[in-house]
């Protein structure tokens, strides 16, 4: 077993990583105060054992880094793709926004520590993925400096020591972020009780069904048909549900002319009651035993899209409030919610949420399929054509003026690019990107964990002498770039947005793409909120992260 540790082989090369991996791995499930470094103790491991002399043969080690970091990368895209442009719209916007600003502050902040330390900006490239526990940064960087043309000793000596400041910064990057927010809920004297009443009375729960019955009194609406009545500028979010005319209970053709004293049971949202209200009168008390002499009864659950027929259909286009009297009000697709519009573009995979009666439900379920088990089969053909092009893509060189050399997605960028435009348009290009989230998770944890172990092996050779040259002024470097766009984007978005506490918390764990703040603020403040809102975030920031990394390290050659 022990000539497996020196031998330069296939098998010799695996073993290491199987032993760097499954240690980093245990030593991430140990928590300080619920707090735990998770993956990144990997990369730990790998500087260890690296110092100590394990090595594998550099053409291995380069191979296993950049096929790791493929796939982590690859797997966040399919993630997030589905969300990414949705989540420009409306409030999410301005909180866009403000990540923008944040990513922005931390490169500025990045380079003038820059000019004023001297550090090579490689290395402080390296340090600022650390302080924002970015690690498809450092790969983007690296593999940056690995396509960059004629190496020079500045970008050899850069390549070594990047991914050592990004171990050193690390650490504080975590610890600093939870600093920043629990600095920011004393300076804006938050009480989260008070914080939670005014958040669920501001959102008034808009997104869930709402059902109201209403007599039809109004002279202007007799003779009138439904579909004269709610027309296309309201059937998005309202659903006549049942008409009662004398004792007939029965699902209404939106063609039926309605009669004085007709009855209408309405599904719609909190959001859009009032309007409601203003079209057909004053809503009365829903006594349910009325409505279900029919033999039905209102409920919510959720369906599962499983045939393939459905992908690249909208919504609207399958009409399901007319047709099924059921209303859609939440779209899941890859871990990410999505608000049910009636334009959204569905695939085999996503998850509906729907309120109407057993009978209509019944319908849709047979038309989507709802066979959840038949998901369980990964669809490898465009995750491995979506590389494929990520790879090509990557490889492109993108000129500007102003830079000496052409700019790469690289292998971090390209496929990262491709996975986000996949998840987001393969359904209307009728392409199944379905992947179950474990599969997703699996395929996130392999690549990552690969590519944790290559860098921390190949770069425990130099850490301790980097620090030992200079390398503990690292430390300070990552805590300045952690805590200062942090802090200023949480005073703009209390102070000049006046977002409430559980926005900012997505918000700076979002910005910051780490899942480590994400659940310490969680797990603190006891609100499913802070996730909606760094999902909002994530997918822009860490688009961004990587494209920053590439253009700090372009600038340095």
């Not at 330390?117 to 690995?146: D, F, R, Y």
């Not at 893509?393 to 491709?418: C, D, T, W």
């Amino acid at each position: 077993m022990l000539n497996l540790l020196t031998q330069r082989d296939t098998a010799g090369a695996i073993f290491i990583l199987a032993i760097v991996i499954a240690s980093g791995l245990c030593l991430g499930k140990f928590k300080i105060k619920g707090i735990s470094l998770g993956t990144t103790w990997i990369l730990f491991m790998g500087i260890l054992l690296g110092h100590f002399g394990l090595r594998i043969n550099p053409v291995m080690l380069s191979f296993i880094k950049d096929f790791g970091l493929i796939l982590f990368v690859f797997a966040i895209g399919l993630q997030v793709g589905p969300g990414f442009f949705h989540s420009f719209r409306k409030d999410g916007l301005p909180m866009n926004m403000l990540a923008l600003g944040m990513v922005l502050l931390a490169v500025i902040t990045t380079y003038v520590i820059h000019l004023v330390s001297g550090e090579n900006l490689g290395i402080m490239t390296g340090i600022m993925s650390g302080a924002v526990t970015n690690t498809p940064g450092l790969g983007a960087a690296q593999q940056t400096l690995s396509n960059a043309a004629g190496a020079s000793d500045e970008i050899t000596a850069a390549s070594t020591g990047i991914a050592s400041a990004y171990a050193v910064a690390y650490p504080l990057g975590v610890l600093g972020a939870i600093g920043v927010l629990l600095l920011s809920k004393a300076l804006f004297k938050v009480n989260i009780d008070k914080e939670k009443q005014q958040a669920s009375k501001s959102e008034g729960d808009e997104a869930s069904a709402y059902r109201l019955a209403c007599r039809v009194e109004n002279p202007a609406l007799f003779g009138k048909t439904l579909h004269d009545i709610v027309g296309e500028e309201n059937s998005d979010h309202l659903v006549v549900a049942r008409m009662k005319r004398g004792d007939k209970v029965f699902f209404p053709d939106l063609g039926l002319p309605l009669q004085e004293g007709d009855m209408l049971l309405i599904v719609t949202d909190i959001q859009h009651k009032d309007k409601v209200r203003i079209i057909f009168g004053e809503d009365m008390p829903v006594d349910m035993n009325e409505w279900r002499q029919s033999g039905t009864k209102l409920v919510s659950g959720r369906l599962s899209i499983t045939k393939s027929s459905i992908t690249g259909k909208s919504l609207r286009k399958l009409d399901i409030r007319r047709k099924y009297g059921v209303t859609v009000t939440r779209i899941m697709r890859a871990g990410v919610d999505l608000q049910a519009d009636a334009d959204l573009i569905l695939q085999v995979g996503d998850s509906m949420k729907v309120v109407g009666f057993d009978d209509g439900i019944q319908r849709l379920a047979e038309l989507v399929g709802n066979e959840p088990e038949s998901l369980h089969k990964p669809n490898l053909i465009p995750i491995f054509f979506g590389i494929a092009l990520g790879i090509a893509l990557g490889m492109l060189p993108i000129r500007f003026p102003s830079m000496p050399q052409p700019l790469k997605l690289g292998l971090a960028g390209g496929p990262l690019i491709v996975a986000i435009l996949l998840g987001h348009f393969g359904p209307k290009l009728r392409i199944t990107t379905y992947t179950a989230l474990s599969a997703n998770l699996m395929i996130r944890e392999i690549g990552i964990s690969l590519f944790m172990a290559a860098v921390g092996l190949g770069a425990g050779k130099t850490f301790v002498s980097s620090l030992v040259e200079g390398g503990y002024m690292w430390v300070l470097y990552g805590a300045f770039i952690t805590v200062v766009p942090m802090f200023l984007t949480a005073l703009a978005a209390r102070w000049i947005l006046k977002l409430d506490f559980f926005k900012i918390c997505g918000l700076l764990a979002g910005g910051t793409t780490d899942p480590a703040l994400l659940s310490f603020s969680e797990q603190m403040y006891g609100s499913g909120r802070i996730a909606v809102n760094y999902a909002t975030v994530y997918p822009l920031t860490m688009f961004l992260r990587v494209v920053a990394a590439q253009v700090m390290i372009m600038i340095m050659l």
